[in-house]
Every structure is written in structure tokens, then in C-alpha cells.
């Protein structure tokens, strides 16, 4: 059993504060995977000016900061996450400042970031609390907005590892263009089936403020 804070507002913190959150961390703790978001940022960053910081929102075990911890090990990172286990692996790496905590509640910080971003994070908030995080996203950047989600022209419900209402497609990032007149900057799609590197299908928005 993993420690599981008490004052959240949705069911689906409570499901990844405790210990699906935790098999889902041991699961997904492949180093194949740093490479292949390696890849994916190396492609992102072609449109970007210098990133001297970034923060994630939904970091789990780091895959994605050590990605850019490789790619820059001079990049300041911040990462917030709401499982125990998750923050104590990532903490370990010393690569990063890590907050444990929910993405939901709006994140009191006066530090400002080049790039702030979700992967895989906004398909598993509560629909009802999705404004909250698309306002500490854009808080938190001075310039760049990057979400890697799967992605759907409308809002659907898709059952995830039977269990319902725990994974949301939408178009996320059309709604924060719309929300904060954003300037899309560029977009790809990942394909799990890719030669070299593999990751699960979903699609890639990068912002401008």
C-alpha cells in the first residue's frame, strides 16, 4: 500500500495517488522509453527558442525530465506529482525539483517557466476540473505550452484497464488556443509501431503565449 493523501476532490486523484498509481509507476519504469521521448522533444525543440527550464505537470517516475535532463543537463526542471512512490523514485534521480502533490489546485508559484507540460496527464483529469489545469499550465510558462495527449475532435469516455471514467480523449490543446489565444506553433503524432522509437499513439501541441 502507498501513502494517499485525503483531501481530494475527484475519484480520479484517488485512483492515482494510491496504488493503481503505483503499478502503473513499476510498469512503465522502461529506459526504452527515455529514449524514444528523447526523440520526440530532439523534434519539438526544432521550433523552439533555448529551453533553460521547464515544468511538468503529472511527472511520474521522470521519463520524460530525464529525456531533458539528457538532451540539456543545464535545463532547470520542476515536476508536480500526486503519487508517493512516483516522487520518491524521481527524487532519487536528482535531476529535478519534484512537488508532491494534486495538478488541480492552482499552483502557487512565483517561479516562471520557458516550457511547461503535460504527456499523458490531461486524458486522466476529471473533465469538470480540466479549466484548473490548463490555468497552471499557462501560469507557470513565460513563453512555450506543450501537451502530448491522445487526442479526439470531441470529448469521449474510453475505459482504461477496466475500470470507467478514468480516461478522457478531447481536444486539449484546440481549447486552450481558444481559452487563451494561444499561437499553435507545430504538432505531430507518435506511432507505437515506429522502427526506432515507439511510443503509444498520441499526438503532440506545441503553444506559444
Known sequence: MVFIMTDFKTPQENFWSGDFGLEYSKRVSDDRQVLSNIDMFSKIFKCTGKINSAVELGCNIGLNLRALNQINPEINLTGYEINEYAVNIV???????????????????????????TKVVLIHINPDELESVYENLYNLSNKYILVVEYYNPSPVTVSYRGNEDRLFKRDFAGEMIDKYNLRLLDYGFIYHRDNHFPLDDMTWFLMEK
Open 91 to 117: 527524487n532519487s534521480l536528482n535531476i529535478a525539483k519534484i512537488e508532491h502533490d494534486t495538478i488541480l489546485s492552482p499552483i502557487k508559484n512565483e517561479d516562471k517557466y520557458d516550457l511547461s507540460f
